[in-house]
């Protein structure tokens, strides 16, 4: 697929990684459709960014984790752009929890956002996908989808069901659409990690440094533009996996 001229929507495209992706989409000729839940200002200052490329953006409120939301969400993108050819799935949630002090609200929060909001999303979007006999969905999984973090287990849990919602979607939507999945590491930090904990993080890569936002981007551009990868996930992780 040629990006240029092609339509992506990007969930949780207003902060961090979503930004990133979104704003490189850009700069390679696509228009942008931003999601977002609250981070209102900062959906219009990355619109304002791809608009300065010569890229239409719009910004879209919803919560992706409700039908009706992403219902109108993906309705409305496709009535501004008239087509919709790239689906992000980037809109998530990530903190600690204590596996003894978890509750049902943060274990269905995770599921919610990190998981159920994907698939609402990319149901929704297949069906203008495959009426039109083309088209690309990238979720954005987690090297914790594959290792376990024992203070992060609704995270884990969440993306590991991702992963295998990108293998079960690539089946069901061949060979027309192609579903895949990139997997990053340490590329971003939350903002309470300490040093100390950061550094633990990067002596788990093989690279001995930490990636960034870039980086995911740059592996979201690959997939879009490589028709003969489906269900796969590709893991931005500087060689974490294989330590």
């Not at 930004?19 to 989409?25: S, T």
């Not at 600690?96 to 909001?117: H, P, R, V, Y």
């Not at 203070?151 to 979607?169: E, F």
Request: hydrophobic letters at 45%; aromatic letters at 6%.
């Amino acid at each position: 697929m040629d990006i240029e001229n092609k339509v992506a929507l990007v969930t949780g495209g207003a902060r961090r990684v979503g930004r990133e992706i979104a704003v490189h989409l850009a700069k390679l000729g696509a228009h942008v459709a931003l999601n977002y839940k609250t981070s209102h200002e900062q959906a219009q200052q990355v619109a304002r960014e791809i608009s300065d490329l010569g890229r239409d953006a719009l910004t879209i409120k919803a919560d992706v984790s409700n039908a009706q939301d992403v219902e109108a969400m993906i309705t409305t993108a496709i009535g501004h752009f008239g087509r919709l050819d790239v689906l992000i799935n980037n809109a998530a949630i990530f903190y600690k929890t204590d596996f003894f002090e978890l509750s049902e609200n943060d274990w269905d929060a995770f599921m919610k956002t990190n998981l159920k909001g994907p698939f609402l999303c990319s149901r929704k979007a297949a069906k203008h996908l495959l009426s039109h006999g083309a088209g690309k969905i990238i979720n954005i999984a987690d090297v914790g989808g594959v290792r376990a973090w024992k203070s992060y287990i609704p995270y884990c849990v969440s993306k590991a069901g991702l992963i295998m919602l990108t293998k079960g979607m690539a089946k069901a939507m061949a060979p027309d659409v192609q579903v895949n999945a990139v997997a990053p590491g340490p590329v971003m930090f939350p903002e309470d990690y300490t040093a100390d904990e950061k550094n633990a993080v990067i002596e788990e890569t093989v690279l001995k440094r930490p990636g960034s936002p870039a980086d995911v981007a740059k592996a979201v551009q690959f997939l879009i533009e490589s028709d003969y990868i489906t269900g796969e996930v590709l893991f931005v992780d500087g060689g974490g996996m294989i330590i």
